[in-house]
């Protein structure tokens, strides 16, 4: 990929940009690393990125590892990859392995590792560079209850742009999750439905730097709550909804405009836009003050804090537990990324292995993942064990 600008798109949380009025204009939260974000998996791809108490799977992960202690087979891994941006430029993607092993009947340990490429870029000087993100992350999680859970995560980040005769150097973190899930049911009639909540904080951590320390960037802390409830019509045929809202809790970066207003500077003073950022102590905020200051420090006050959640919902059709179509829909509001998309997907579940595809339809022209299709194959460990156990 010889498009450098594309590539400092992607990794606008390390550079200057105009921050504008956020009452009627643009004004994202910013934040380094952002392939964290990304949801990995095809299944809750095609849920419209839902996934904080939907039924447990290998790729709980992400979503709430507090998950795993209700999952029915012994272990599972799974293998997801995931195009970026497919539709301009070739060789940006995410690739991610998922696995997890249960502890006698209450325990779990899982973990997971995620390289994101991109691609090649040609620098001045015609040299290649090969800038990557990789994350990499192991989790225990108990069941508490016959119907709750919970689960803690710690997580290793590095993020090397490949510019260091730049100045930019090769950034390093370490972040954690703690989670919770509830898992019950409710009788609907003659039918019982199962219900569930999960909650899970993710990335909790140091902020990651790109020279040498000089100035630092957020990890994308992330809020995630969810409800599910499944439907069983009979023995055969299921179905499940569910919802997910989001809530970065990262700081919301002062605006561009505040510092006119305050300062009575130039509209092209850009220069000392970031002095003053750096004078009102945004770049100084250590990460846990941060997640505080997250709820209620954006420009526009509570109106614009609501603005920062995003929301998902999705359906999921089971037939026999072997057969699944999903499809859903993600938000989120226009000044904070506008980033609105409908997903379908569909699944094939076998004693051994599944797999699972999702695509994305965007109704926004600013979703990288437009037209994109994701592919999940999953392995079952308890499966493949029954199937070696016949042969013999």
């Given amino acids: 990929m010889k498009k450098n ?9 390390i550079l200057d940009a105009k921050a504008q009025d956020v009452k009627n204009q643009l004004n994202p939260v910013y934040f380094g690393v ?7 998996d095809a299944r809750a791809g095609g849920l419209g990125d839902v996934g904080a108490a939907t039924d447990p799977d290998v790729n709980s992960q992400f979503w709430n590892p507090a998950k795993y202690p209700f999952c029915i ?8 990859y995931t195009p970026w941006l497919r539709r301009l430029v070739q060789g940006i993607d995410l690739a991610n392995i998922t696995g997890y092993y249960r502890l006698g009947e209450y325990n779990a340990l899982s973990a997971s590792l995620r390289y994101f490429s991109l691609g090649e870029v040609i620098a001045e000087g015609d040299f290649t560079v090969k800038p990557y993100e990789l994350a990499f992350d192991i989790a225990y999680s108990r069941m508490l209850s016959e119907t709750f859970s919970a689960g803690v995560a710690l997580r290793y ?6 510019w260091k005769d730049s100045g930019i ?4 973190a370490f972040s954690a999750d703690i989670s919770i899930y509830h898992n019950g049911y409710l009788n609907l009639g003659s039918r019982e439905c199962q219900l569930g909540w999960g909650l899970n904080i993710s990335n909790i951590g140091s902020k990651i730097s ?8 957020f990890l994308p802390t992330n809020l ?4 599910s409830f499944l439907i069983p019509f009979d023995e055969y045929n299921t179905l499940t909804i569910a919802a997910d809202a989001n809530k970065l809790l990262v700081p919301t970066r002062p605006t561009f405009e505040q510092y006119i207003e305050q300062t009575g500077a130039s509209e092209k003073d850009y220069s000392g836009y970031r002095a003053w950022l750096e004078g009102e102590g945004y770049y100084n905020v250590s990460s846990i003050t941060g997640i505080f200051k997250s709820f209620s420090d954006a420009p526009g006050g509570f109106k614009e804090e609501l603005q920062e959640i995003q929301l998902s919902a999705g359906l999921e059709y089971s037939y026999n537990n072997q057969f699944f179509i999903r499809g859903g829909y993600h938000y989120e509001h226009p000044n904070k990324g506008n980033r609105k998309y409908f997903t379908v997907g569909a699944g094939f579940k076998m004693s051994v292995f599944a797999i ?6 965007s109704t926004a022209q600013s979703n990288p993942l437009d037209q994109t299709l994701r592919l999940s194959l999953s392995f079952d460990m308890d499966g493949i064990q029954d199937l070696l156990g016949k042969r013999r």
């Fill in 157 to 162: 980040i590095r993020s090397d742009l490949g």
């Fill in 210 to 217: 790109y020279d040498e320390g000089n100035t630092s960037e």
């Fill in 5 to 13: 600008l594309l590539i400092f798109a992607l990794l606008f949380s």
């Fill in 34 to 40: 952002t392939s964290l974000a990304i949801a990995p």
């Fill in 169 to 172: 150097t090769p950034g390093n």
């Fill in 73 to 80: 087979s012994r272990a599972g891994i799974s293998l997801n």
């Fill in 224 to 227: 995630r709550l969810g409800l």
């Fill in 356 to 361: 699972d595809a999702g695509y994305v339809i």
